[in-house]
């Protein structure tokens, strides 16, 4: 079972890293890259409505011309500190899979966007198993650009839907004014 | 393609015919001397049967012959109406229920199993075929099932023509028959005219006329669209031949020309016919202008010269076949019969998609509309202003008739429980009579196909567990009869359907000691509980006080479904009952699940939209300051407890202290509760977006909704906040009691 579980992920890994284009963006002062098939569009961060008793990373939604879309801090994501809104904030909306034919758009929130370049297949490096500021089930891989590395997000991983889904019922369920007062410890998150 | 197409209408049709056939039989049990019923549900058979050889259904066609057989008997008065009978009936219009869901599964040939039990319906059927009557009505009625053993819609065309050596050209007549669009609804099947017409005589040619059926999707399976053109050799007066068709003669052109009559009578009978697009030459033909021979040998002509371009009619003219006159009333008639149409009729078939997409985009021009008109307000001109608002007017009344497209009656979805109570009383061996109220109350489609489900299941739990045993009934002094009711009604902005019985009502003790015997409460809060709460714990899962467990009900599974599949349709359930009154189910249901009129508050910074049929009322909150700890407020009297928006969503308030609090007042169902918001913002039209996979934990919350000016808002789930309320009332209560 873990074996099956393991080859699938990695046949995922293999279509992912076969993009060769990736989208650079800045994040708490560091550069992170995404493929850029998933990618729908980048648009300036605009006006957000709070979604109240949601984790803090789910930051709310936005109109995206009469769609409801969430919007995801991804700073806050894996690290807890929320990404300050300034000029160069922006929104990358990212299509996902949310069932087995349905898609959802989903928002990430991004400190700044960079550029659109090509990372050949051997200047990919694997995750490495520790030290890396983010959780490594989270990386696709180490791209090398200009003797430096960015770190390739496997952003259908961040932004599973039911992974997250639990993560907002959970918190919901804690912060609830229903909830007794030994359950509303936000640490726990 | 088309043909899916097609027979999807037919599915369609078919079930409806169906519906309305046990409908029908239900009601002649009460009502056995009642003739339209009876030919109501004849027609229905008739009709499916007659779809069915349209698609080549075979196993249709021959199950519901057998059916249709026994119907015409009783039609015919030679079959009593009888318990049996009914039963009978009702059993074959279930199995063709099945049988049509095989179709819908596209296979060529039907189930062993189900085949099985189409013969075993019509071994049963057959016996009322069999039982012999009292007077001449057998001999026709005999006649009528042996000579439609054969039949199907297109067989009649081709019957061979029997050649007759007594008779000589001039005994040939002509007869043009066009049926009238309502004979089939008067009862009458045009075969049976054509059989007759053979009796006089014989039949030497027969055309069959389909033009005039439109494509599948605009046909009415009730409406006769054929002709037919026959020519028949007979030696009978006209009288005779005219009498055949006595029956549909004012309702249908039927045009009889003599052997002998003269070329201007066929040039009359051309410009009668409604015909259109049909080839010349083939409508002189089947006028009988022509006979075959001549047509074979101009067809031959025709090919050996290798002229095919040349249409038949003029190359009949050349040969001096027939009279050039004629062909020119036919041409006329080929240019001339598109303009008599018939009216389109009054009911169209539409994709439900096709609304889905209307609404939706009715919710864009909405909200587009509402920035629009902000716009207009900042701009200050006056004539602008003015003609937005028309507009918004204009879009307002578009939302509500494109919103009322969607809403069916009620009464469709009752009308099915008649059936359920009929089987489940004789199951159950009690008596139960369903009375229907309100089915004329609209909702929307989505909402009533599935609610059917959940009404089911109370109707059956009624029945089973809440009316009592006859001996048990006499006892008490109530009728000998259970009474079941199913009622609708609207009711602020929701719809309510009702389910309540005249039985036992429920046990408050037997509920609380199973529900405290099954862990879902303990003995300390079940002392603490209303009657309503106790009531309500039958939704509970794993609940069932039933002691026996029947087919039925009683296994403990499905109330709990109930309240999960009304809950998935915003709306909600509860139980009411008195002891040996009666128990009553009631479920509120939202009317529509797309659009609604919205008051919009603020708190804080965030905006929040209450639906407006929930507002009773807007009071200023000031008064009641001091009593702020209770979570209560007094309305006239009234204890109202309230909820602080801004704490309850933990809005951040950094010092920031609104002067003026307003109390927003909202109802839903039999609860009031209070909300506090810092701002009164108005009412406007709110197009509800779902709240996504993401965010359906959030509590308080029902959807999202756009303002004009392009914020996303949130829309209060009230039921949930009213719910909440009560919790929180409940816990301040405790505390204020251990401190």
């Known amino acids: 079972m873990a074996q099956a579980e393991l080859k699938e992920a990695v046949t995922e890994n293999d279509v992912t890293l076969s993009h060769q284009q990736y989208l650079t963006f800045m994040l708490g002062g560091e550069t992170f890259a995404i493929g850029i098939l998933a990618i729908k569009e980048i648009i300036e961060y605009g006006q957000l409505t709070e979604v109240p008793r949601m984790p803090d990373f789910i930051r709310g939604v936005i109109n995206l011309r009469g769609a409801v879309v969430p919007v995801i801090d991804l700073k806050a994501r894996f690290s807890n500190r929320l990404t300050e809104v300034a000029r160069r904030t922006c929104i990358v909306i990212i299509e996902v899979q949310s069932g087995d034919d349905e898609t959802q758009d989903i928002g990430i929130l991004v400190d700044a966007v960079n550029e659109v370049l090509e990372i050949p297949q051997p200047d990919i490096e694997p995750p490495p198993s520790f030290g890396a500021a983010i959780e490594s089930r989270f990386i696709n891989g180490m791209g090398k650009v200009n003797d ?42 | 393609m088309d043909m899916d197409d097609a027979l999807q209408t037919f599915m369609a049709e078919g079930h409806e015919l169906l519906e309305d056939m046990e409908n029908a039989l239900l009601s002649i049990e009460s009502d056995p001397d009642n003739e339209d019923t009876i030919n109501a549900i004849f027609r229905a058979a008739h009709t499916i049967k007659g779809s069915a050889g349209l698609f080549g259904l075979n196993y249709l066609v021959t199950f519901t012959h057998v059916v249709e057989s026994v119907l015409d008997r009783v039609r015919a008065r030679e079959v009593a109406i009888s318990t049996d009978l009914v039963a009978l009936l009702l059993s074959s219009c279930d199995h063709l229920t099945d049988l049509m869901d095989w179709v819908a599964r596209g296979e060529d040939d039907v189930s062993d ?52 050596p007594a008779l000589t050209e001039k005994d040939l007549w002509h007869i043009s028959l066009r049926f009238g669009p309502d004979v089939l609804r008067h009862g009458m099947d045009p075969v049976s005219f054509i059989r007759y017409l053979a009796t006089l005589g014989t039949i030497h040619h027969i055309e069959t006329l389909l033009d005039a059926i439109p494509d599948a999707g605009n046909m009415d399976p009730e409406t006769c669209y054929t002709g037919f053109e026959i020519s028949l050799h007979s030696t009978q007066s006209k009288e005779a031949i005219e009498g055949v068709f006595e029956f549909v003669s004012e309702e249908s052109q039927i045009h009889i020309l003599a052997p002998d009559c003269l070329q201007e009578e066929y040039i009359r009978l051309i410009k009668a016919l409604p015909e259109e697009d049909m080839k010349l030459g083939e409508i002189l033909v089947r006028c009988g202008t022509l006979t075959h021979r001549e047509l074979e040998s101009a067809l031959q002509q025709q090919q050996s010269s290798g002229n095919s371009l040349q249409p038949i ?50 919710g864009e021009l909405i909200i587009a509309g509402a920035g629009t008109n902000i716009l207009a307000l900042r701009s200050g001109q006056s004539d602008l202003i003015e003609s937005t608002e028309t507009l918004s007017r204009l879009v307002e009344e578009v939302r ?60 059956r739990n009624s029945m089973d567990h809440g009316i009592e045993a006859e001996e048990v009934r006499l006892a008490a002094g109530k009728p000998a009869h259970g009474s079941l009711m199913l009622n609708a009604y609207h009711d602020a902005g929701s719809i309510v359907i009702e389910v309540s019985d005249d039985g036992g009502g429920i046990h408050k003790d037997r509920i609380l000691s199973k529900a405290i015997e099954k862990g879902l409460i303990s003995e300390n809060s079940a002392a603490a509980m209303t009657d309503k709460d106790i009531f309500n714990l039958v939704f509970e899962p794993g609940f069932s006080t039933a002691d026996q467990v029947s087919n039925l009900s009683g296994r403990g599974v499905g109330m709990d479904v ?6 998935s349709l915003r709306g909600t359930v509860e139980m009411d009952s008195q002891d040996g009154q009666g128990t009553m189910a009631r479920i509120r249901l939202p009317l529509t ?54 704490e309850y969503f933990e809005t ?20 009031k509760v209070g909300l506090v918001v810092d701002r009164l913002m108005g009412e406007f039209q709110t197009v509800i977006k779902p709240l996504g996979k993401l965010f359906n934990g959030v509590g308080g919350i029902s959807g999202f909704t756009i303002l004009g000016s392009g914020d996303v808002v949130l829309i209060l789930d009230i039921p949930s906040l009213i719910n909440d309320a009560g919790t929180l009332l409940y816990q301040t209560d405790r505390q204020a009691m251990t401190a």
């Not at chain 1, 960015?150 to 907002?168: F, G, P, R, T, Y």
């Not at chain 2, 929040?608 to 007094?634: F, Q, R």
């Open chain 1, 148 to 189: 430096k590395f960015v770190i390739i997000l496997d952003i259908a991983h961040i932004l599973m839907i039911d992974e997250i889904s639990q993560l907002a019922a959970d918190h919901t369920e804690s912060v609830s004014p229903l909830a007794n007062n030994e359950g509303s410890d936000e640490s726990s998150d």
């Open chain 2, 113 to 164: 199993s189900l085949a099985r039990k189409s013969l075993g319906i019509e071994e049963n059927l057959k016996v009322f075929l069999d039982t012999p009557v009292a007077g001449a009505g057998e001999q026709v009625s005999a006649d009528s099932s042996a000579a439609e053993d054969g039949h199907s819609a297109d067989v009649d065309a081709d019957e061979p023509p029997v050649a007759e």
């Open chain 2, 313 to 362: 009619g003029e190359m009949l003219v050349e040969k001096n076949v027939v009279n050039s006159e004629v062909v020119n009333a036919a041409v006329r008639k080929q240019k001339t019969v598109k303009e008599a149409r018939p009216p389109e009729a009054s009911l169209i078939r539409v994709d439900a998609d096709k609304l889905d997409n209307l609404i939706n985009l009715v």
């Open chain 2, 400 to 459: 509500d008739s494109a919103l009322n497209l969607r809403m069916v009656q009620i009464g469709s979805t009752f009308n099915r429980f008649q059936r359920v109570v009929r089987d489940v009383s004789q199951e159950l061996g009690k008596d139960i009579r369903l009375t229907i109220n309100g089915g004329d109350t609209e909702l929307d489609k989505t909402v009533v196909e599935k609610i059917a489900d959940p009404l089911t299941h109370l109707v």
């Open chain 2, 562 to 567: 109930v309240r999960r599949n009304i809950e």
């Open chain 2, 593 to 646: 699940l797309a659009i609604i009129d919205g008051f919009l508050v603020g708190v804080n910074q965030s905006a929040y939209v209450i639906p407006l049929d929930m507002v009773v009322e807007c009071v200023e909150y000031g008064a009641w300051k001091e009593s702020d700890n209770s979570h209560c407020l007094n309305l006239r009297g009234e204890v109202l407890p309230y909820i602080r928006l801004s």
């Open chain 2, 652 to 671: 951040q308030n950094p010092g920031h202290s609104s002067e003026r609090e307003s109390v927003v007042v909202v109802r839903f169902g039999d609860s």
